[in-house]
């Protein structure tokens, strides 16, 4: 008899577990995309997660807001506080230049503008949106080609 209060609150630690359970179908989500089972999400399983209509601009963006405490990776809190990354807005130009920028010369080439649009674009598709705003013809796009307002940037 005397072991009773003992199991009570073995069952009282156990409860934020059970309280979690409204979580089901985001913590499902959150094991799939844990390729490697270290019970965090890295911007690469994030990616694999998104639908292709997406671009990767908009997925890296989805990323950094969900990701709190800025260290690069999503904990399964992370996850849920954002609803599996789905909240925020998509980025505006200024925004798409900035993450899509990747070696930071100040320009966009064909790779990098490619990040911006959907990733079930052509590859010739990209290239001719690409070679409609490279205005002077320099294989890159400013940020004013890309269509950031000079005042934003
Ligand atoms: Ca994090
Ligand atoms: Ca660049
Ligand atoms: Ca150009």
């Keep these: 008899m005397k072991f009773l209060p003992i199991t009570a609150l ?19 989500a959150f094991a799939k995309a844990d390729i490697n089972d270290n019970l965090e999400v890295d911007r690469i399983e994030f990616l694999a997660l998104q639908p292709r209509s997406k671009s990767w601009t908009d997925a890296v963006k989805r990323f950094d807001l969900a990701d ?23 980025p505006n130009r200024a925004e798409s230049f900035r993450f899509t920028d990747l070696d930071e010369d100040g320009f966009l080439n064909p790779e990098e503008f490619a990040l911006t649009l959907p990733q079930i674009q052509p590859w010739r598709k990209i290239l001719r949106e690409f070679g409609r705003k490279d205005r002077n013809n320099d294989s890159l ?11 934003k940037f």
């Design 10 to 28: 073995a069952v009282l630690s156990f409860s934020p577990l059970a309280s979690a359970a409204g979580n089901g179908a985001l913590d499902r």
């Design 68 to 90: 709190t405490d800025l260290n690069s990776v999503l904990s399964l809190t992370e996850f849920r506080a954002s609803n599996g990354g789905k909240e925020g807005s998509p």
């Design 141 to 151: 796009l400013s940020p004013v080609e890309f269509g950031v307002l000079a005042s």
